[in-house]
């Protein structure tokens, strides 16, 4: 996630403005609140002394400037409590004065009372409808509760009386951005440049609104010179490292995640970064640092996207935790409950932004052909950024194909909802280019978490998620916030006609020995830990002409993984690694291994089962979370559960005995091949047949 700053107007810089404002138009008497602000039941009794010991007789009040005054020197004091005090005993005097209700606004917001400072700041506003300060400060406030198309006006307001206000520019363009409206949000920000030139919080999110844009170099170019500007500006060397991380650089985002922490120990999205950047590239240097961090990392404090660390533990539990934070931080919306819609036909939106290649349409492209039309009417809501030959196979499965990409999430939510959806299915979660917000504000009665993300999204808007007995067995319910659907087999969907390319292959044009067991493993780079590492080694010194297999996620990883070999006395050229291949032909290069070996926190999901589909059988080890369970999951659906072990110990037992063991090798290949064509798991109409079920269920449950 990157960091956007919105400015503040605080509660000392707002007196800056209090005495300019003492010669304007006098203020008519209008209705005041009678006890406008505490948030709390119990009003807090505020009393001034004017007893003075020295006169006995009747002391005086202080006047209305006399007060003021005094508020306004403790306010720039910093003692905000007693600057409260003396601002509520003005108002329940009955005295209006817009700088004491502006004021007294933006304390109640820094004490956390948000009501209540949003009616201070309504109040200032009635009594000087012209104060740009209160219509920005309100802006910020009502950003902070969710309520974006009217902070949105306030700030337009801000503007309207004030159009050199940089800070109001950059703001609005904040609330653009999540409100979708991407090409606004940046022409906010150019203004607030274009008037305040060493403006570097202006850079910053300049350079956040272009990488949203996909114009990465652009987007480093503006964060470069928000550093430039202000080189402690830790959000943006924050910053700086996502954008390189999409542009492939993640050895040069490793520096600036960790110049962030330098200035910033707190910042959690940092240490984050740093832990994925570091992933990517097999970097493991530094584990007990990454371990300790583990322990409150997007627990505690700020939140972070919960994905990035499912690489790193198999805690089912702190993922709920990290996601129910993100979700309460970031995404969460008042939203009422659908009543029950009837329709003639049961409709399914299914939402992604990976209707093109990509590994969630290389699943689900058959299941949304298969639908049953007469039955069901599905639609297709695509924020692909880019399309492809899988695009046109979506807008050629009979579903009805809507392109929101170009519409805000409010654009969305209405479209959605005018389209009468029973059933609404999330296809991304906290993935890369997901859109949280339309499900947050609610598009249909049910709403479902579904294959994008293998976890809990901790989200009062996502009614169930769908899995399976081994994904989620009922021992582990307790670390969702949805309901379960169980599939009666493998949740996972599966395409029985995806292609494998025929054309004649061998191991020399890999790279591969002609002879020799070939261990492989094609899941990203990223998923290798030390752990299974740490094995995969021990079975090459084990098994004698051995090579393993591997992806070429990146030349970083493929440069930290021949070292780390070396650092385990094992020769870096039987380590093979694969480039990226079409699809048809990735698949049938699995022909050429022997036995995959399944990564532990994060198993391979697509790849466990494509590599099932070419007739590569997987070893892996099951373990808590549902990313970690998935390929147990998929074995068990096809019918190889001696394929699952428990334990590092049994892997590494079951892996060497069928390296030294050809029959028992021919035996479970043999098997596979004939699963493959009996099982549940590559029974694709079986399969869609059952998840109409599964609907029609929820639809007449409510």
């Known amino acids: 996630m990157n960091c956007i700053i919105t400015e503040l107007v605080s509660s000392k810089k707002v007196l800056a403005s209090h005495d300019k404002d003492q010669g304007k138009k006098k203020i008519k008497n209008v209705k005041t609140y009678p006890v406008p602000f505490a948030l709390e039941k119990k009003k807090e009794n505020i009393t001034i002394n004017t007893n003075t010991p020295s006169k006995p007789s009747k002391p005086s009040k202080p006047s209305k400037e006399q007060i003021i005054n005094q508020a306004f020197k403790f306010h720039s004091q910093g003692n905000i409590r007693e600057a409260a005090k003396l601002y509520q005993y003005f108002i329940n005097q009955g005295f209006n ?13 820094d004490l956390g009372k948000l009501q209540g400072a949003e009616n201070s700041y309504r109040k200032a506003i009635e009594l000087n409808p012209d104060l740009a300060e209160a219509h920005f400060n309100l802006g910020n406030l009502l950003k902070e509760l969710g309520k974006l198309q009217d902070a949105e006006s306030s700030y337009r307001k801000a503007i309207e009386f004030k159009p050199v206000y940089a800070k109001a520019h950059s703001n609005l363009g904040n609330i653009l951005r999540e409100l979708g409206k991407l090409q606004g949000a940046e022409n906010s920000y150019r203004k607030a440049i274009e008037l305040k030139p060493d403006y570097a919080k202006a850079y910053l999110n300049l350079g956040n609104i272009l ?4 114009q990465l170099q652009e987007a480093e170019i503006s964060t470069r010179k928000a550093i430039e500007l202000n080189p402690d500006f830790a959000e943006a060397h924050f910053n700086l490292g996502t954008i390189l991380i999409d542009l492939g650089k993640s050895y040069d985002a490793i520096n600036y995640f960790k110049k962030a922490i330098k200035l910033n120990d707190n910042l959690s999205k940092a240490k984050s970064g740093l832990i994925k950047s570091k992933g990517l590239i097999c970097d493991w240097s530094d584990q007990e640092t ?8 997007g627990i505690e404090g700020s ?15 702190k993922h709920l935790k990290r996601a129910k934070n993100l979700y309460k931080q970031r995404y969460y919306k008042e939203s009422k409950r ?3 819609i009837n329709n003639k036909k049961t409709r399914i939106g299914y939402f992604s932004s990976d209707f093109r290649a990509h590994p969630t349409m290389f699943l689900i492209s058959l299941i949304l052909k298969l639908h049953d039309k007469s039955k069901f009417d599905i639609y297709l809501y695509s924020f692909a950024p880019s399309e492809d030959k899988y695009t046109e196979i979506a807008k050629k499965s009979g579903c009805i194909f809507k392109d929101i990409k170009e519409l805000t999430d409010i654009e969305v939510v209405e479209l959605a909802r005018n389209d009468q959806l029973n059933i609404a299915i999330d296809l991304m979660g906290y993935i890369k280019n997901s859109r949280m917000n339309i499900f947050s504000y609610r598009v249909a009665p049910i709403q479902i978490n579904y294959l994008g993300y293998p976890g809990s999204l901790g989200a009062d808007a996502i009614d169930y998620i769908l899995a399976d007995k081994i994904t989620i067995p009922e021992e582990y319910e307790k670390f969702y916030s949805e309901k ?20 004649p292959i061998s191991r020399k044009e890999f790279n591969l020995p002609e002879k020799g067991f070939v261990f492989t493993c094609f899941c990203a780079n990223k998923k290798i830990t030390p752990k299974e590492f740490d094995i995969w080694m021990r079975l090459l010194k084990e098994t004698k002409g051995s090579v393993i297999w591997l992806f070429k996620s990146n030349q970083y990883s493929t440069v930290n993984l021949i070292n780390e070999a070396e650092k385990r006395n094992v020769d870096s050229t039987r380590l093979i690694f694969a480039d990226k291949l079409p699809l048809n032909k990735h698949l049938a290069r699995h022909r050429l291994g022997d036995l995959g070996l399944d990564t532990f926190n994060y198993n391979g999901h697509t790849t466990t089962s494509d590599a099932l ?5 997987v070893l892996t080890k099951i373990g808590k979370s549902f990313a970690a369970r998935v390929s147990a999951s998929i074995l068990t659906s096809i019918g190889l559960p001696e394929l699952i072990t428990y334990n590092d110990k049994e892997y590494e037992e079951k892996a060497l005995n069928i390296a030294r063991n050809p029959d028992e090798l021919l035996r ?18 079986l399969f869609t047949k059952n998840l109409e079920s599964k609907f029609k269920e929820l639809v007449n449950i409510i």
Not at 97 to 109: A, P
Not at 303 to 315: A, C, G, V
Request: aromatic share 12%.
């Open 97 to 109: 004065d817009h700088r004491v209700f502006s004021n007294f606004g933006t304390i109640l917001k």
């Open 211 to 214: 990488k949203d844009l996909g």
């Open 290 to 297: 990454q371990t300790k961090w583990l322990d409150k990392l």
């Open 303 to 317: 939140s972070i996207s919960p994905l990035s660390l499912f690489y790193y533990e198999d805690s089912p539990l």
């Open 338 to 340: 659908f009543a029950t």
């Open 484 to 503: 379960i659907i169980r599939m009666p087999s493998c949740y996972q969907c599966n395409d029985n006609t995806k292609e494998i390319c025929e054309e």
């Open 613 to 617: 589909w070419a007739g590569l059988p």
């Open 668 to 685: 479970i290949k043999s098997k596979l091949a004939k699963l493959r064509e009996t099982s549940a798991l590559y029974n694709s109409k």
